[in-house]
């Protein structure tokens, strides 16, 4: 059975950091790229990273560009987002995901999900 288990969600001051990490199980880390994702209330789930496990390639979104950062653990079958100078506006749930043959945010090209953990930043 596949599982993406997600932590570190939290409550924390603009500026302030936070490092979310997703737990893998269930099918081969290593062939396949990891995302990050989060949806704010009334808004579409945004991707904001991806790393894949073959090549080590990465994309940032723009919006995230100099603050987060993804990296993955593959002997923990582990993937990690480090969130520094956090904004009220990076307010959301975030997800990790995972998809095979891909590289790239489009949301509807990945195959698993976590359950997603609430991020809160307060001004």
């Known amino acids: 059975e596949v599982q993406l288990v997600e932590s570190g969600g939290g409550l924390v001051q603009a500026g302030g950091s936070l490092r979310l990490s997703c737990a893998a199980s269930?099918?081969?880390?290593?062939?396949?790229?990891m995302g990050w994702f989060r949806q704010a209330p009334g808004k579409e789930r945004e991707g904001i990273l991806c790393?894949?496990?073959?090549?080590?390639?990465?994309y940032y979104a723009d919006s995230v560009k100099g603050r987060f950062t993804i990296s993955t653990d593959n002997a923990k079958n582990t993937v990690y987002l480090q969130m520094n100078s956090l904004k009220p506006e990076d307010t959301a749930v975030y997800y990790c995901?995972?998809?095979?043959?891909?590289?790239?945010?489009?949301?509807?090209?990945?195959?698993?999900w976590g359950q997603g953990t609430q991020v809160t930043v307060s001004s």
């Open positions: 995901a995972a998809v095979r043959g891909y590289s790239g945010t489009y949301y509807p090209r990945y195959d698993y």
């Open positions: 790393i894949n496990n073959i090549d080590g390639s990465t």
């Open positions: 269930g099918f081969t880390f290593a062939t396949y790229a």
